[in-house]
Nanobody, 111 residues
């Protein structure tokens, strides 16, 4: 059974940082793109960042320079370092690889 399990969310003040992790099990994703998405209350899910299996990375324009996506294929884990967080970035953050999705982790940024 393939699972993606996110962790690292929480409550942080504006300007603070969090590091999210997405641990995969059941299969390896070293040859697949992996990404982070978020969904705020009442809004559609949006792309945040993607880590290509060949090493490329892409970001939502508004998070460039503040968020960093990385992966450790040996641990089958994807990360998202988030700095200078803003209240409007409060959302459930989910990771995805191929057709698989995690349940998400709540990130709340207080003003």
């Amino acid at each position: 059974q393939v699972q993606l399990v996110e962790s690292g969310g929480g409550l942080v003040q504006a300007g603070g940082s969090l590091r999210l992790s997405c641990a995969a099990s059941g299969r390896t994703f070293s040859s697949a793109n992996m990404g982070w998405y978020r969904q705020a209350p009442g809004k559609e899910r949006e792309f945040v960042a993607i880590s290509g299996y060949l090493g490329s990375t892409y970001y939502l324009e508004s998070v460039k320079g503040r968020f960093t996506i990385s992966r450790d294929n040996a641990k089958n884990t994807l990360y998202l370092q988030m700095n200078s967080l803003k209240p409007k970035e409060t959302a459930i953050y989910c990771c995805s690889a191929m057709e698989y999705w995690g349940q998400g982790t709540q990130v709340t940024v207080s003003s």
